[in-house]
């Protein structure tokens, strides 16, 4: 364990030291000013860990939150935990962040990451891969070589395979899947050695994923760290607590089913090649399986779950569905003892039954039913309604300081909501503005004219508003909408009117798409909620960002419908308590995308005439970075007229 503090200061004053002027940040970072509220969320930090207390803060965009908990954390010669929204930012943290500030610190302590199963190489299931796909063989043996060769087992290190192969999941393992200590290859496994490394470290990077499902006791984490950690900091604590509802809930879905299917095939294949009665049931189950995401149907909209198990289809679909696998089970009683992957596949099938049945009984008490149905799979959930008993019950059981942080935390400065949320009472709660200058480099256009959302004309207007806007801006735009029916249509009617190139959620991967965006410099970019948050686009080539309507949940969501239920039967009042302040942080985090460094300069476009016509409206102006406001449009021409005058005067 690190010693507190660091060449024998105090931890508080330690902190100090390290973000002053002639501090080691100074000292190493080229270009580096000290921003006084990355030092009040440094000191806060450091106080609440040493107190054992709890913080919220939110940090606007361009504090440095990542640094004034990392800091702290680095010198605060406690077991550290920190939870971030994505595994990019965990890289990100782990791979650039830790290292340059543990050099700057001359901080020896260990550190670690650690992601879920699905992240790691799984070397039994790459040789049963290999013994079934062979038009694949030679991308399986770049897996083997580079597998060879590698510490982590990652397979972000693998980066000529690209995050979405398809056969990664054939390679890696689930929490279902797993032999555990039963695997032959146990002692070379590198799930095993990253936990390992985890739990001798005193810093330990992980997502909300993984610290969901374990603390609701999915096998999926590492439960020897966490009742050890004296400190728990959540980056992006915003997302955590639909995070928490997720991994609480229960369900069954064409991935785990399938999956099933897939992995008992490739066993029965390789240790019972004897009984086709068990590929038989297995192929009966998989088309069952198909059977009932055909009666299911659906575009991808979540319908409630209760109302579609009583159509006859879908209810004949889930009676076979469940006849197939108690068959299958039968059989599999049977094989079992033929190898650790069949008797794996049992146990397997006996957890999915369970949730089969769940299925055709009534929701679990607090919890609703809902199904999510695409063109190639389907998933059908239990999810709590108020996961703020939940959170509580883990927070009992864990002693330590939680430090909560994002620049997404307040509606109208208040936390009320994210606290509600969690059910979460913290000492402090502290709000840091931007350092950067939105009144100088940003306007918030409101457009005078806009017909309401619901309105006939509205799609039409807003292409041509879009049109006058993109000209302006060259380009250079994020179109951000609230639905994929609304990007289809401005699509369409953008298609062929403009000399710039338009880039369109769903024909790349997300991170392809973003590429793309950044290397063309003036490109437009439509996208629905994905790329609302966690896109970091910085300097000119993003200098628009346009959002259609504010984003309020479809009140006809299973979820969102539960949740408003709830609080209606609580006397609470649901618009306000709970559907603003949800549409108002996921407003701030589209509006973040704007200004990203303090030489940025951008336009906001919010096309909704809710934001003027109607009372609430004043929350979501409110909560927003201090943009100075314009109603006419030819003002964001003369903005940008301004940045090509000094793009030219520059030249």
Same mark, same amino acid.
């Given at each position: 364990?690190?010693?507190?503090?660091?060449?024998?200061?105090?931890?508080?004053?330690?902190?100090?030291? #390290?973000?002053?002027?002639?501090?080691?940040?100074?000292?190493?970072?080229?270009?580096?000013?000290?921003?006084?509220?990355?030092?009040?969320?440094?000191?806060?930090?450091?106080?609440?860990? &040493?107190?054992?207390?709890?913080?919220?803060?939110?940090?606007?965009?361009?504090?440095?939150?990542?640094?004034?908990?990392? #800091?702290?954390?680095?010198?605060?010669?406690?077991?550290?935990?920190?939870?971030?929204?994505? +595994?990019?930012?965990?890289?990100?943290?782990?791979?650039?962040?830790?290292?340059?500030?543990?050099?700057?610190?001359?901080?020896g302590l260990e550190v670690a990451q650690l992601k879920g199963r699905a992240n790691y190489l799984c070397w039994h299931r790459l040789e049963r891969a290999r013994a079934r796909s062979r038009a694949e063989a030679a991308e399986l043996q770049q897996v083997v070589d580079w597998g060879r060769q590698t510490r982590s087992g990652d397979i972000a290190e693998l980066a000529t395979l690209g995050e979405d192969w398809p056969l990664w999941p054939r390679v890696t393992s689930t929490a279902d899947n797993c032999l555990g200590g039963d695997c032959e290859h146990y002692q070379d496994c590198f799930i095993v050695r990253a936990?390992?490394?985890?739990?001798?470290?005193?810093?330990?990077?992980?997502?909300?994923?993984?610290?969901?499902?374990?603390?609701?006791?999915?096998?999926?984490?590492?439960?020897?760290?966490?009742?050890?950690?004296?400190?728990?900091?959540?980056?992006?604590?915003?997302?955590?607590?639909?995070?928490?509802? +997720? %991994?609480?809930?229960?369900? %069954?879905?064409?991935?785990?089913?399938?999956?099933?299917?897939?992995?008992?095939?490739?066993?029965?294949?390789?240790?019972?090649?004897?009984?086709?009665?068990?590929?038989? +049931?297995?192929?009966?189950?998989?088309?069952? #399986?198909?059977?009932?995401?055909?009666?299911?149907?659906?575009?991808?909209?979540?319908?409630?779950?209760?109302?579609?198990?009583?159509?006859?289809?879908?209810?004949?679909?889930?009676?076979?569905?469940?006849?197939?696998?108690?068959?299958?089970?039968? #059989?599999?009683?049977?094989?079992?003892?033929?190898?650790?992957?069949?008797?794996?596949?049992?146990?397997?099938?006996?957890?999915?039954?369970?949730?089969?049945?769940?299925?055709?009984?009534?929701?679990?008490?607090?919890?609703?039913?809902?199904?999510?149905?695409?063109?190639?799979?389907?998933?059908?959930?239990?999810?709590?309604?108020?996961?703020?008993?939940?959170?509580?019950?883990?927070?009992?059981?864990?002693?330590?300081?939680?430090?909560?942080?994002?620049?997404?935390?307040?509606?109208?400065?208040?936390?009320?909501?994210?606290?509600?949320?969690?059910?979460?009472?913290?000492?402090?709660?502290?709000?840091?503005?931007?350092?950067?200058?939105?009144?100088?480099?940003?306007?918030?256009?409101?457009?005078?004219?806009?017909?309401?959302?619901?309105?006939?004309?509205?799609?039409?207007?807003?292409? &041509?508003l879009a049109l006058d806007l993109l000209r302006a801006s060259h380009g250079r735009a994020f179109l951000l909408f609230t639905s994929h029916a609304a990007l289809r249509r401005v699509a369409e009617g953008l298609a062929g009117r403009l000399p710039y190139p338009i880039l369109r959620q769903g024909e790349a991967p997300r991170a392809e798409l973003l590429r793309r965006f950044r290397e063309l410099g003036n490109a437009v970019l439509l996208g629905t909620s994905s790329f609302w948050e966690g896109v970091d686009v910085r300097g000119p080539a993003l200098s628009l960002v346009m959002i259609d309507r504010l984003p309020f949940a479809s009140p006809a969501d299973p979820v969102t419908a539960a949740r408003i239920q709830a609080l209606r039967a609580a006397g609470g009042n649901a618009f306000f308590d709970y559907q603003v302040p949800q549409a108002v942080i996921a407003l701030k985090q589209g509006v973040g995308r704007l200004i990203r460094d303090p030489g940025d300069r951008g336009v906001l476009v919010l096309c909704d005439p809710r934001v003027t016509r109607r009372g609430y409206g004043r929350l979501f102006l409110d909560s927003l970075p201090p943009m100075r406001r314009v109603r006419d449009i030819g003002e964001v021409a003369a903005f940008f007229a301004r940045e090509d005058v000094t793009v030219a005067d520059e030249a």
């Open positions: 364990m690190a010693e507190p503090g660091g060449c024998g200061q105090a931890p508080a004053a330690a902190v100090e030291r #390290v973000f002053a002027p002639d501090g080691p940040l100074a000292r190493t970072l080229p270009g580096y000013a000290p921003r006084a509220q990355q030092l009040a969320m440094a000191r806060a930090v450091q106080r609440h860990m &040493a107190a054992g207390g709890m913080a919220a803060i939110e940090a606007g965009t361009g504090t440095g939150k990542t640094f004034a908990y990392l #800091v702290p954390a680095l010198l605060a010669g406690q077991r550290v935990v920190i939870a971030t929204g994505t +595994r990019h930012l965990q890289d990100q943290l782990f791979q650039r962040d830790l290292p340059l500030l543990r050099r700057a610190l001359g901080a936990r390992r490394d985890a739990q001798r470290a005193d810093l330990v990077i992980v997502n909300h994923h993984l610290l969901a499902a374990d603390l609701a006791l999915k096998e999926e984490g590492f439960g020897e760290l966490l009742p050890g950690a004296e400190v728990f900091v959540v980056d992006e604590a915003h997302q955590l607590a639909e995070v928490i509802a +997720r %991994f609480f809930g229960q369900g %069954f879905s064409t991935r785990q089913c399938l999956g099933l299917v897939r992995d008992l095939l490739a066993e029965q294949r390789q240790d019972a090649p004897d009984m086709q009665d068990l590929a038989d +049931r297995a192929h009966g189950f998989g088309q069952a #399986v198909d059977a009932l995401h055909r009666a299911l149907g659906g575009q991808g909209e979540r319908r409630p779950w209760q109302a579609l198990a009583t159509e006859p289809a879908v209810a004949a679909a889930l009676a076979t569905l469940r006849e197939r696998l108690a068959d299958l089970r039968q #059989v599999l009683e049977t094989a079992a003892p033929r190898g650790k992957g069949v008797a794996s596949c049992h146990e397997r099938a006996g957890r999915l039954q369970e949730r089969l049945e769940m299925a055709a009984s009534e929701p679990p008490p607090g919890h609703v039913g809902w199904v999510e149905s695409h063109r190639r799979s389907f998933s059908v959930h239990f999810t709590p309604v108020d996961v703020a008993p939940l959170f509580q019950e883990q927070l009992e059981r864990l002693e330590a300081a939680w430090i909560f942080t994002s620049a997404t935390l307040t509606v109208d400065g208040r936390f009320d909501y994210f606290c509600q949320r969690l059910g979460v009472q913290p000492d402090e709660c502290l709000q840091l503005g931007s350092p950067f200058d939105y009144q100088r480099n940003s306007l918030l256009f409101l457009p005078p004219d806009m017909p309401d959302p619901t309105a006939s004309a509205y799609a039409g207007r807003l292409v &041509a």
